[in-house]
């Protein structure tokens, strides 16, 4: 029997992970592992052999070593360069392609985010670079896949900056505090998606126009009392109602405890990562949190895969 490889990671039987640091770093030790991941996923498959615009044909590529470092592959039949970063998050980033999936890694592995001062520390970029790199990930990698949901979906509205300590609060400060507060709507299938989106109110058609937006009229809500969902009641297959202001949070099958639950989860990862969001950039610090929930089941392996998949289309 041939000795184990002592590199390879030794997991404890209950250890859910399937994909450590180690694994990573051994699958992309450099810039040029991660170019030619690119390039086998983009463009070719066996790591020769690509279409050659040019020529309108299978061609055979080959990578030239330059002084400027270029990274394409070029036909040997026309000279035509193939950039595999081109048209991609890192076309025209100075920052190593490395350090661009390290960024990616780290943000799959975690369950409730990371900053991006934590990421400067990790990296050893500097801040501005670290903040750019997460701010392109979350807006075009994680953006939102636009299909509605269907089925069984729990719907309820949260603000997103906490009631303050302290003692309590009078009516005047009370009615500044919630002025101040940014409203987001949660949207959950059982056992499937869910969808954030901040909205300007509670209330009336800004709470409604999102629901229509993001929930097929198939579907079967289940909300809370609050008053605002009765007009979307003859809009949809069902909706189911738990009186929350009665005290009762479960009857049966109605409830709104997965929506809840999430909510629980995203306020304690922000407060613990980022300690405050601007309202300019909420919408894409929730994308990042219902993309992780969105693929919970894929496994931390096949997480950071499927994100370098949507960085190579």
Same mark, same amino acid.
């Given at each position: ?17 399937? *994909? ?46 330059? +002084? ?23 076309? #025209?980033?100075?920052?190593?392609? +490395? ?5 990616? &890694? ?10 991006? #001062? ?8 500097? *801040? +501005? ?6 701010? #392109? !990930? ?32 009078? #009516? ?21 998606? /869910? ?15 999102? /629901? ?17 969902? +009765? ?16 005290? /009762? &949070?479960?009857?049966?099958? !109605?409830?709104?405890?997965? !929506? ?16 405050? /969001? ?36």
């Amino acid at each position: 029997m041939p000795p184990a490889n002592r590199h390879e990671p030794k997991r404890a039987k209950s250890s859910h992970s399937d *994909y450590s640091v180690t694994e990573f770093l051994a699958e992309f030790p450099d810039d040029a592992a991660c170019l030619e991941h690119l390039w086998r996923t983009r463009y070719s498959p066996d790591g020769e052999h690509a279409h050659c615009p040019r020529c309108d044909g299978e061609k055979v590529f080959k990578r030239y070593a330059t +002084k400027q470092g270029r990274q394409s592959w070029t036909c040997t039949a026309c000279g035509l360069h193939v950039h595999p970063t081109a048209g991609t998050i890192f076309a #025209k980033s100075s920052t190593s392609l +490395k350090l661009w999936f390290h960024a990616m &890694y780290l943000m799959t592995s975690t369950r409730c985010g990371i900053s991006a #001062k934590q990421l400067e520390r990790e990296l050893g970029v500097h *801040y +501005k670079t670290a903040w750019r790199m997460f701010n #392109k !990930i979350r807006t075009e990698l994680m953006k939102d896949d636009a299909l509605p949901l269907k089925g069984n979906v729990e719907i309820d509205e949260t603000g997103v900056h906490g009631r303050p300590r302290g003692p309590k609060m009078t #009516k005047k400060e009370a009615a500044q505090w919630r002025e101040r507060q940014v409203s987001v709507l949660g949207m959950v299938e059982r056992g499937g998606r /869910v969808k954030l989106r901040v909205i300007e109110s509670r209330r009336g058609e800004p709470l409604s126009g999102a /629901v229509r937006a993001n929930v097929n009229p198939d579907a079967i809500m289940f909300t809370d009392d609050w008053g605002a969902y +009765k007009p979307l009641a003859r809009e949809y297959a069902g909706h189911n109602v738990i009186n929350h202001s009665a005290g /009762v &949070y479960v009857w049966g099958d !109605i409830h709104t405890n997965t !929506i809840e639950g999430f909510f629980g989860n995203l306020k304690t990862g922000m407060r613990g990562a980022y300690k405050a /969001v601007s309202q300019k950039w909420l919408q894409s610090y929730l994308d990042e949190y219902a993309w992780r929930y969105n693929h919970r089941t894929y496994g931390p392996r096949a997480m950071f895969h499927a994100l370098l998949d949507e960085a190579a289309r």
